[in-house]
Nanobody
Framework: QVQLVESGGGLVEPGGSLRLSCAASGSIFSISSMGWYRQAPGEQRELVADITIGGSANYADSVKGRFTISRDNAKKTVYLQMNSLKPEDTANYYC???????????????WGQGTQVTVSS
């Protein structure tokens, strides 16, 4: 059984910062890409940023220059440093990872339960 557990969400004022973490645990042989998505009420879930096992990162245009994704492969953890937060960043943020449970099994996508980020004065 594989689990992704997010932490670090909360309430922050516009211009503030938050750091999200997502740790993978369970039967894991290899993790390929890891990423963060977000979903605001009434909106579709959208990609915020993702990162390959080698560290190549990809960002949504709306967060470029403000958010930084990173990962610690030894800890099976992905981070999202969010700076200069805006009210429109308010959403539930979900962690995502492509995980191989055992050699030869292939990669399967897993999701975390989500962590709420609210940007408001």
């Amino acid at each position: 059984q594989v689990q992704l557990v997010e932490s670090g969400g909360g309430l922050v004022e516009p211009g503030g910062s938050l750091r999200l973490s997502c740790a993978a645990s369970g039967s894991i042989f290899s993790i390929s890409s890891m990423g963060w998505y977000r979903q605001a009420p009434g909106e579709q879930r959208e990609l915020v940023a993702d990162i390959t096992i080698g560290g190549s990162a990809n960002y949504a245009d709306s967060v470029k220059g403000r958010f930084t994704i990173s990962r610690d492969n030894a800890k099976k953890t992905v981070y999202l440093q969010m700076n200069s937060l805006k009210p429109e960043d308010t959403a539930n943020y979900y962690c995502n990872a492509a995980i191989m449970g055992a050699p030869g099994w292939g990669y399967r996508t897993y999701w975390g339960q989500g962590t709420q980020v609210t940007v408001s004065s």
